[in-house]
Every structure is written in C-alpha cells, then in structure tokens.
C-alpha cells in the first residue's frame, strides 16, 4: 500500500524486468525442486515425480503470469508494447502518419493558441503583478452609461479609504506623450497612477524608488516619473545612472526616480506601459486641467485586489453601500451614479472588453476546427482499420480480448494526439504574440498583446489531446466491436459506391465535417459583411478628403502663448498649401483613441430629473472646423476667427443635445454653463461618431479652441492630395517655423476609421483564417471517403460499364453521391448556424444574423469545394476499365 | 484455472503473514508449515501460493530477499514488514470476531 515498498518494486519490474523474471523462474523452480525431493523421497521415479510436481504447482508458466499480473507487470508491459507497435505503424505508413498528425496539429495549436491568448490578455494580463486571481477593475455606472464611466479623484479616495473588503485599491489611467530623447520624437504610452501603485501590484524597481505616499497630491506638485525597463534600455542606453536624472514629458521636466523591473509593462490590456507618473500630475496630462479636487470630472480608471476569501458578490455589495453613501452626501455629482467592479477580462476601460467577443467567438471556431480534424483522422483511422481487418481478427481469433484491442487502437490515438499536441504548442508558441500582428501601430505605437503559454494552458492543452483521443480512438474501436469473426476471415465482398454497411460511420464523419464547415462559412461570412458595413458606414464626416495628424508643441516646451502664435502661423502656411482646401486645429480626432473631454453641464431652462447629472462630451475646435471635417450644420454658424478670447463664449451643439435639452424648441441663443462659464449656442451640428462608430447617437458640443484650453494640438485637413504628400508638405513647413518641431504621422479619416474597428478586423481575419482551414480540412475528408469508395468499388463500376454505362454516366453517378452527402451536410448546418449565428451579437453591426446572402454565399462556396473534391475520384470513377476491374476481382 | 474465492484468499493471506511472523521463510517452507502446524488438514494450493506472495508483497506486508535454504540450495526468504505485522494483528482480531460469530450461530439449538 505504501508507496516506498511500492515504488521500488514496480520500477524493478521495469526496468530490471530480465532480472524480476530471472528470480520468479528461480523461485518457482526452487519450489519444484523441493516438491521432487519429496515425491522421490515418497518412492516415485523422478520423471514420474516432476511431472507430479508440476501438476501440482498448475503448471509453471501459469504460475509465471498470475504473478506477473499481481506485480502489474502486465498492464504496463502492454502498454509499452501497443506504444512500440503504434509507432511502428506510424513509420511504416508515412504518408497517413504525416496527414493526421498535421491536421491534429492544426486542430490543437488552434487551440492552444487561443488558450494562451485568453490567458495571457484576459485572465493573467499582467506579468509581474501579484495575485492577479483576486484582481478587479473598477469603474462608474450611471443610466445613461451602464457599461462603465470612469471615476473621480475624490469618489476613488473616499472608496478607498471606507472599502472594508479590499487589501487594496490603485489608480492606474492611462495617458500618452511625445518623448524626445537625443533627436529621435515619438509617441509613448504611461499611465498616472495614484502614490501606492508599485506598492499595490507587489512589483519591486529594479532601480530607485517608487512614489511615496502624498506625492499624487497638488495640483502639478511632484514631478516625478518612473520608467520602464523597455524605456531605460532603449532610449537611455541602460544608463545606470538613471535615477536623479531629468526629462521632459509634455511639456514638464520631470525627475526620473526608479525604473521597473524587467518585464513589467503596467496594468492596460492592449498597449505596454513606459512611464508612470503621480496622480498630481494629472493637469500636465489630462485635458480639462486640474482635476483631483473635482468630483465632477471623472476621468481615473483604477483597480483593487479583494482580501482572500471575499467573493465578488459581498465586495459588490459594499461597493453599492458605499456608491450610496456617496451620492447621498454629493447629489450634485453622483446623483443617479454608482461605482462597482468587473473581472480581469471585462474591464469595460481597456481592450480586454473590446476582445472578448472576438476571443470568445474564437474558442468556439478553434473547437469546431478541431472536431473537424479528429473527424478527419477518425476518417482515416477508419480506412486503416477496414485494411487492418484481418490483422484485427486473426488476434481475436487466437483469444486476444476485445478491451485490449480497444486499449491498443486508444494507444496508436494516443500516439498520434501527442504527436499532434507537440506540434500544436509549437504552433502556439510560434502565435501567442501573433495577435498584436493583426493590429495596426497607432501613431507609432504597437499594441501588446502577449499570450502567455503557463500551466493551465499546458493542462487544458493536454485535456483536448486527450478528449481528441478518445474521440478519434472511439470510432475505429467501435468498428472492432462488430467485427464478425466468421465473416471476415472468410473473403472480403466488394463494396459499392456509398454503399450501405460501415461506410455510414464514414460519410457521417463527413457529414459532421460539412456542417460544421458551413457554420464556419457563415460566421466568416457574416463577420465580413458587418465589417464591411462598419467600414463603409458614414460616421457623420467626411472620410476620404479629410486628413489629419498632429503637432505636440506642449511636449515641445511651448508656452501656451508661443503656441498660440505658431498654430496661427503653421496655419496660415497650410491653408496656403496647393491642394488644401481648408484646414483647422482641434483638441481630439473622432474615433481616435483619446476619449473626448466630457463634463457636468448646466442647461439654461432644463430643470434635470432628480437621478440626472447631466454630463456631456465636448471637443475644443478651431475656426472652419466643421467645413473641414465635412459635418453639416442645421442650423446657425460655426466658429471664425472672431471667436477668440475676447469675444463673447460660444457652443455648438449637435442635433442629439438640442433635442435632449431643448426638446424641439429652438435652440439657438440658448445658453449652457461648462465648468462654472455661461456660453450661447450658436450652431446646431448634424450628429456624428465620436468615439466610435457602432455608438448610438449621443449628446456632443463643442468650444472654440481660443474660448478655452487652446492646447489643440490636432489638425484636420480637407485635401484631395495623398497623405504622403500633404506629410512632406505639412513638415516642410512646420520645420520653416521651427526645426525642432515634428508633426505626427498624417493619415486620412477612413484610415482612422478602420482603426478603430481593429478589433472587428481582428475578429474577422482569424475566424477567416480557420474558416479557410476547416474547409480545407473538409474538402480532404470528403475527397477521402470519396476516392476510397471509388477505390473499393471498382467491381461495380466496371459491371456497371460492362452493362453500357459510359463515363460520364459514371462521372455524374460518384459526383451525385459525393454531392448528397455536402446537400446533407449543408441541411445540418444551415440548421446549426441559424441557430448559432446569434451568438456574434456585438461583432455584427447592421447584419441580420440570419442574412439570407451570406446563407446563399455560404451554400455556393460549400458547393463549389464539394465539387472539387469530388472531381478526381469522379473522374478515377470514369476511367475504369471495365476489363481489368472484373477480372482483378 | 479459477481463482480462489474471497473468503479462501483472505485466509491463505492471513495463515502466509502468520507463518511468516515466526520467522523468514521460502514459499515452499511456508506451506510446509501451514500443513504441518495444522496437521495436513489445510493444504496450500500450490499455484495460488506464489501469486499470494507477490501481491503481499506488492502491497508491501511481507519483504523478499535471497538466502540458502536448509538443504543449501539458492531460496527466495520472505518476512514480515512492521506494517504487515500491524496488518496481520488487525486480520486476527478480524478472524477471531468471525469465528465467534460463526460458532455462536452454529452452536444455537
């Protein structure tokens, strides 16, 4: 019972398995021996004795195995031997060794792939950080917003001080810059996190401090940044004397006082962090200034991790008390908000959100892949069983039991899904930074989206080979079950095209193949046509003739009067360009990354229900904006140059506001109240798309740019020339004004478009790649049981053409058959998919997942693959000779 | 060939760690001795008897090691494990319990 007499013993019959039987045939023979000692010392001849002896003992070998058996040899000797056997099949038939372990590859490095993206972007998203299990992201609700606002300064502080059931909470909100380091510009990504981060996530600095409790307090009162390892490396040479050292960062010199630990890229799915700055100095930033006394303005995405043992739903709850609380004592701000938390992989503020549909939708096309491949090798693993029919019956036929020939046929799967699985976490290996591939660099900056292979996707992995298995072992097994031994050691009898008998285990693996196949076709097809109808969709702007890029002059130590002066210059020089027909600043681009400022306003005469705030997203825009950008205005004017500081303030709102807040009486000469100052509405703006396409119609104004911030750094262009030429041009001149000055990389509005809808690209090229895979997978099952069934039925093809069939009756004759079963198939799958297609939900975007062309375009894609599978045993099928078909058989 | 019931083989166990308590000793002296001790009227199936030790053995009560038998020939000695012995002293308690059970049900007139 003790696994230390155990051990030992069952390793000595392994391994010393010559000397284990060595000593049992001593023993054994010691015993008979002895008992022909004494038949002899009774009187009897001593052949007469042994013979004697060994009847007694029932035979020496018997003994031998039922010995064997209590040591357990046997169970893991046959195993051994079916694994020897196994692979001695695998090398003696190359060809269908290489076939099926490369589908299961396929099928399995699907999968695992897909494991360690889930893992290494939804469950386990940041390397270096501590207990990520009890991690949760933290954001607001409201009723207009239910999927998640961000949080005040105040609001996370006051949670934070009352959460009872958090070991602790941090800020980490993500925010970018232009660094110039030697002469190289370019943009980089950091996050503002509140004092405690490094503290919170348990990630020590290889190199000087982190930040110290109070230094996120004040308005721009600690200047102080933490680097990434990345960062120290690639920009500052690994300089070790790092640390007390200066760089400006927007704007803002800033001491560098620690860089992180090799590894670490901060705490936002999509991008890798590479400085990280105290909350204090937010205003340096954020646009819409200093923020951290403002309850108001919400803008901090943030984390907690929840003690050991607490369950979401009790953290949940105390969450809501304290949102209660809170909007009880504030009415003015949190009236009709709450604060709550979700999971890791739905944090509603970074992409991990934004891929779960895509990730989801994934795993199950990787399974269906998957099931398609074992169908395939089942398939083949079937064709080699009819062949090995004889083999099968002549070993029942000498006593071998049917569960051990179960046991070997479930060996040989074995073999071959460990083959497949090898080679499946290499595929995995080789993918799991595949998906960043697919994403495009935005302004120079790559996403990061690292998989992570670790033990659970090692384990899952090891789960689908073995299911794979099974389901693959299964169908040959079973086969053996209705092997009749009289019957198949007697003749073989020739088979007919699609016949009856085994091959409905065959054409129904086929069958399933098919209809998965389609379901696959479908979904691609559906995913494409959203895509295309989000990339076509008229986002309320002018896609084709409208560019932009930016100028960063904050990070170039502008003051915001030298800025001023340049933008009027650089503008005057680009209106001025050939080509340009109009040009104007903003602070942010639609549909760009960077959220649009939002905040609570006051309405002139709309008296807000009692669980309303109302808050509203603005953009700041420059003169002639609205004629550059392409967006209609209904009514009133835009903004000229008259509308400087000097001038009275000014809004224009868009249809979507006028009719929330004004509700059809006219709006213009109205007058609405951002942070503290009165404006009058102006011009009433045709609705656009803001921050992305597949929003609903949303309340939006926008300011002047010289009414407010004037930090608009983003110039839209209307032109008909190519990007690349308006770049040249636009550096050309803002290198006239300045030769320190860079303008970032210009690109037209579609582009920024389909920026945007990465993740629906992403979704679609993935499910079109396996699309494509399964199909192929498919087409060879379906030429496979095709060409064996053209193959077993020579005899009567060539009957058949004895009796005046011509070829091309024969052509249409495995054609119609190889036909059918697709029909069947297609049948099948059409069914599953109407029922299934639903599942896309927010991945389709104005298709109706039952889209009667996509089902059509499906079925001919379907039709035409069959086809060609068909085609080459159809005409094999044709070319029988009658002669030489007869008389072979 | 059939194998023994239960009852019969949880017995030969029982009888083998008994014999095997007095001291180490071969397969065959091991049924010698059952047959002596009770007076030929247990005969130890011979061909139960080697898988009877190994699967002992297997489980760890008793322990092999090679010796000289009494007639000087090369022997397989096997002898009681400290968690055979416990094993063993469990098993008696066992069977005497039965045995009582079993007299006590018999005897009743």
Not at chain 1, 9 to 27: M, N, P, V
Not at chain 1, 88 to 97: E, I, M, V
């Amino acid at each position: 019972m003790r696994w230390y007499y155990k051990l030992p013993l069952r390793l000595r019959s392994i391994f010393h398995k010559k000397r284990a039987e060595l000593d049992l045939s001593e023993e054994l023979q010691f015993h008979l021996q002895n008992q022909i000692d004494e038949y002899v010392a009774q009187g009897m001849n001593p052949k007469e004795a042994r013979h004697a002896a060994l009847r007694s003992l029932g035979g020496i070998e018997q003994a031998k195995e039922e010995c064997r058996d209590e040591r357990k040899v046997n169970l893991i000797e046959n195993f051994l031997q079916d694994v020897r056997f196994g692979l001695r099949l695998l090398r003696r038939s190359p060809g269908f060794s290489l076939l099926a372990i490369l589908c299961l590859t396929l099928g399995i490095g699907a999968n695992a792939a897909v494991f360690s993206w889930i893992e290494g972007i939804l469950f386990r998203p940041y390397p270096a950080v501590a207990h990520q299990e009890r991690l949760v992201a933290i954001g607001g609700t409201s009723r207009d917003e239910p999927l998640g606002t961000p949080l005040s300064w105040p609001d996370f502080q006051d949670l934070q001080r009352s959460c009872t059931l958090c070991e602790t909470l941090f800020v980490s909100k993500i925010t970018g810059t232009t660094l110039s380091i030697g002469d190289r510009a370019e943009r980089t990504t950091g996050s503002i996190v509140s004092a405690n981060y490094f503290d919170a996530i348990g990630v020590p600095l290889m190199l000087g401090r982190g930040f110290l409790p109070g230094e996120d307090q004040g308005q721009s009162a600690h200047p102080i940044a933490v680097i990434s390892y990345q960062l120290w490396q690639g920009r500052f040479r690994g300089d070790p004397q790092i640390v007390g050292k200066t760089q400006r960062l927007n704007g803002v010199m800033h001491t560098i006082v620690g860089v992180a630990r090799e590894g670490f890229y901060g705490t936002f799915v999509g991008w890798g962090m590479n400085f990280w700055v105290p909350a204090s100095m937010e205003d340096i930033f954020e646009s819409g200034g200093y923020k951290l006394e403002d309850r108001g303005a919400r803008w901090i995405e943030a984390y907690a991790r929840l003690k050991p043992g607490v369950t979401f739903a009790q953290a949940q709850q105390e969450f809501a008390a304290i949102s209660g609380l809170l909007e009880a004592e504030y009415p003015a701000t949190n009236r009709g908000r709450a604060i709550r938390f979700w999971p890791l992989w739905q944090t509603p503020f970074n992409n991990a959100g934004t891929l779960l549909p895509t990730l989801e939708i994934m795993l199950a096309v990787v399974a269906f892949v998957l099931l398609i491949a074992c169908a395939n090798v089942g398939n083949l693993l079937l064709v080699r069983s009819f062949a090995r029919r004889h083999e099968m019956s002549v070993r029942l036929a000498v006593g071998a039991g049917r569960a051990r020939l179960w046991k070997q046929l479930l060996t040989e799967g074995l073999l071959l899904s460990l083959f497949g699985a090898a080679g499946g976490l290499l595929v995995a290996y080789w993918c799991r930074h595949a998906l960043v591939l697919l994403f495009p660099a935005r302004g120079g900056v790559q996403m990061h989206l690292p998989g992570e292979i670790d033990w659970r996707v090692l384990a899952l992995s090891a789960g689908v080979c073995l299911a794979t298995t099974l389901l693959m072992g299964l169908v040959p097994a079973l086969q053996t079950g209705k092997i009749d031994l009289a019957q198949s050691m007697k003749m073989e009898s020739a088979g007919m095209v699609g016949g009856r008998g085994r091959a409905w285990v065959r054409s129904g693996l086929v069958l399933v193949q098919v209809s998965l196949s389609f379901v696959l076709l479908v979904g691609v097809g559906l995913l494409m046509q959203s895509l295309l109808k989000v990339r076509t969709a008229s986002p309320g702007f002018n896609t084709r003739g409208v560019q932009d890029t930016a100028i960063d002059l904050v990070s170039a130590g502008y003051t915001p009067a030298r800025a001023q002066t340049f933008q009027d210059a650089l503008l005057e020089r680009v209106r001025a360009l050939p080509g340009v027909e109009s040009a104007a600043f903003a602070k942010m681009t639609p549909l760009s990354y960077v959220s649009s400022a939002t905040a609570p306003i006051v309405v002139d005469g709309y008296q807000p229900p009692p669980e309303e705030s109302p808050t509203v997203e603005y953009n700041e825009v420059g003169d002639n904006y609205f004629v550059t950008m392409g967006i209609p205005l209904v009514a009133g004017r835009e903004f000229t140059r008259a509308d400087d500081e000097k001038a009275a303030l000014v809004a224009v709102v868009n249809e979507t506001m006028a009719q929330r807040y004004w509700q059809g009486r006219s709006t213009l000469g109205q007058r609405l109240q951002l942070k503290g100052r009165w404006m009058q509405v102006v011009g009433i703006a045709k609705d656009s798309k803001y921050s992305s396409v597949r929003e609903k119609p949303t309340p939006f104004f926008f300011v002047p740019l010289r009414q407010n911030s004037l930090r608009g750094s983003v110039l839209n262009i209307r032109t008909p020339l190519a990007p690349h030429t308006t770049a040249t041009a636009i550096a050309r001149e803002v290198h006239a004004l300045d030769s320190n000055v860079a303008p970032y990389e210009v690109i037209t509005m579609q582009e920024q478009l389909d920026r945007s809808t990465s993740a629906q690209m992403v979704a679609v090229t993935l499910v079109g790649i396996l699309g494509a895979l399964a199909l192929v997978l498919a087409a060879i099952g379906l030429y496979g049981v095709m060409s064996y069934a053209v193959s077993q039925s020579t005899r009567e093809l060539g009957l058949r053409m004895a009796l005046g069939a011509g070829a091309s009756n024969l052509l249409r004759l495995v054609l119609s058959r190889g036909l059918a079963l697709t029909g069947a198939g297609v049948m099948l799958g059409a069914a599953a998919a109407l029922l299934l297609t639903h599942l896309l939900g927010n991945l389709l975007y104005k298709v109706s997942p039952r889209d009667p062309v996509v089902f059509g375009c499906a079925f001919a894609v379907m039709a035409l693959v069959s086809v060609a599978a068909c085609l080459l045993p159809a005409w094999r099928a044709a070319r029988t000779d009658p002669i030489r078909a007869l008389r072979t058989q | 060939m059939a194998k023994p019931t239960d009852l019969v083989q949880g017995t030969l166990d029982l009888l083998m760690l008994k014999t095997l308590a007095l001291q180490p000793m071969h397969g065959w002296g091991i049924a010698q001795r059952i047959r002596q001790v009770s007076k030929d009227v247990l005969q130890v199936n011979q061909g139960a008897l080697y898988p009877a030790l190994h699967r002992l053995e297997q489980q760890g009560w008793i322990r092999a090691k090679w010796g000289e038998s009494e007639n000087n020939r090369r022997a397989k000695f096997y002898s009681l494990t400290p968690d055979g012995a416990k094993y063993l002293r469990q098993e008696q308690a066992q069977w005497k319990r039965l045995s009582l059970a079993i007299e006590l049900v018999l005897e009743t007139p």
